[in-house]
């Protein structure tokens, strides 16, 4: 069993209401108050415009899906993988005890500062083309000062290209010409996971530096590498190079298959971890919990399941 926790774009209108209401994981909404964010106030009645910088999404989402998480913990659902895509990879390893959940909270708030602060550029989904024919494209359109990489590789037909506006554009129109099925800009603050996120990326690192990282009680995957590391180490340098590289979600979950995972069970909004992973794999089950009263009633049958491995 694997625990999945989405990312960016995943927030939604009144997804934290229930656990507030439940006084659950408190103390991290407390750490985003003394940082001048009012997450109770935003995830309860907050609009979707209100959750969509980038300094508010992470770490609601964050919120989410670490008090998630915690709840299934707390009933004794025991994982044996984690994963997140890209932010949702903090969820993660404070779920799997490699970094204080307090401690994450702080880090993602600033690195949802120092990405924000990374405006430049956009992103934009490729849907029906495979990774060696888009990167080319990428390659062929970055010139003449114009940037433009495969940032994530969500599941087979879908990737994220990000870049400079014409970069993407110009990459978006060739894929288009290449037989992609459709171009998707995305609503987004800054052309994340590409190296116009170097700058910020550098001043993550120089925090990451004074970090404590424990290794995990089980392995988590990482996004840079799209390989499970259960080493301090390695996820320090998963998340030193997290920021401009890109998301091997596909390669996540497969590594995770690969060493006996069946059954997924995604933490946090929505349904959109979920929806890739069955495109990655077939014979495996996916289940969705977005609420305490979601994760309190799964938590039954997904102890059962652990005690049956």
Do not use: K
């Not at 008090?67 to 404070?94: D, I, N, Q, T």
């Not at 059954?263 to 979920?274: I, K, M, Q, S, W």
Request: charged content about 15%; some cysteine; glycine content about 12%.
């Amino acid at each position: 069993m694997a625990l999945l926790f989405p990312g960016q774009g995943a927030q939604s209108v009144g997804m934290g209401r229930a656990l507030i209401a439940g006084d659950y994981s408190s103390e991290l909404l407390a750490v985003a108050l003394s940082a001048g964010l009012d997450l109770p106030s935003l995830l309860v009645d907050g609009d979707a415009e209100a959750l969509r910088p980038t300094q508010v999404a992470q770490p609601a989402l964050y919120y989410t899906g670490v008090a998630l998480g915690r709840v299934l913990l707390a009933e004794g659902v025991l994982p044996e993988f984690a994963a997140g895509h890209s932010l949702g990879e903090y969820c993660a390893l404070a779920v799997a005890g490699a970094i204080d959940a307090e401690l994450g909270m702080s880090l993602v708030l600033e690195r949802g500062r120092l990405m924000a602060g990374a405006a430049d550029g956009t992103m934009a989904a490729v849907l029906g083309l495979s990774s060696d024919v888009l990167e080319p494209i990428c390659e062929g359109v970055s010139t003449s000062g114009q940037i433009c990489v495969v940032a994530n590789d969500n599941c087979p037909g879908q990737l994220v290209i990000s870049g400079t506006r014409d970069g993407v554009e110009r990459a978006g129109a060739a894929a288009r010409a290449a037989g992609a099925r459709r171009i998707v800009p995305l609503n987004v603050g800054g052309a994340f996971h590409s190296p116009l996120m170097a700058a910020a990326a550098a001043a993550f690192a120089a925090v990451l530096t004074e970090v404590e990282i424990s290794d995990p009680l089980f392995p988590v995957a990482c996004g840079a590498t799209g390989a499970l590391t259960q080493s301090a180490a390695g996820i320090r340098e998963g998340l030193t190079r997290q920021l401009d590289s890109p998301v091997l979600w596909t390669q996540a979950v497969q590594a995770m298959i690969q060493s006996g995972a069946g059954r997924f069970v995604e933490c946090g909004p929505g349904n959109t971890l979920a929806s890739l992973v069955r495109r990655i794999a077939t014979g495996v089950e996916v289940i969705g919990i977005d609420s305490p009263e979601a994760a309190l009633a799964s938590a039954p049958r997904l102890r059962s399941f652990g005690e049956q491995q």
